[in-house]
């Protein structure tokens, strides 16, 4: 083989694995974006099944205004975190990839920190922290409400009075047959 020859081979080999690289790189990216419009998708058609409640960001540490609320719907049992294996992602530089483990139990959420993770919220006083409806959370410098979605049957099983107005309900003699013009 000529060193003409070689020279060639090796230029076009040099572009070729550059070529490869690239493409791997790009097909990494489309895939991750797929995924994560996928799981977006899905939990929009979960819209809440088998969620006690969720959070909703009232302040993110920034001075930025928000034209949409973010919520986060948060199930009976739930990891809050910035990796990929939490329930419920935040972004931020100071909160973990697993910060909280939260359990439901009777109209409040029971926070255990996870390793040395900070955040700050309502002290029992044995000294168990919880997330009451309307109570705040604040976690690095994000602060989130906690909205429960059956705080008013809650509240009357304590034997307190509910923080926000209950959802209105039908009263119990209307009939489908009132609504059939609307679902056609």
Request: charge should be positive; include cysteine; charged fraction near 30%.
């Amino acid at each position: 083989m000529s060193g003409e020859t070689y020279e060639l081979l090796a230029l076009i080999g040099r572009y070729w694995f550059a070529l490869l690289a690239l493409i791997v790189v790009l097909r990494g990216w489309q895939a991750c974006v797929q995924d994560n419009r996928k799981a977006r998708l899905l939990r929009d058609w979960e819209g809440g099944a088998g969620c006690v409640g969720e959070l909703v960001l009232i302040d993110d540490g920034t001075k930025r205004r928000r034209k949409k609320q973010v919520t986060w719907q948060v199930p009976t049992e739930a990891l809050l975190g910035s990796g990929g294996a939490a329930d419920i992602r935040l972004r931020g530089a100071d909160i973990q990839k697993k910060h909280i483990f939260m359990t439901y139990r009777s109209g409040e959420m029971v926070l255990h920190p996870v390793k040395n993770a900070v955040f700050k919220a309502r002290t029992l006083k044995d000294g168990t922290q919880v997330l009451r409806d309307g109570d705040t959370l604040r976690v690095g410098k994000m602060e989130l409400m906690m909205v429960f979605f059956d705080a008013a049957d809650a509240a009357r099983e304590a034997g307190g009075k509910p923080r926000r107005k209950p959802a209105q309900i039908l009263p119990e003699d209307a009939s489908d047959d009132e609504f059939e013009d609307v679902w056609e």
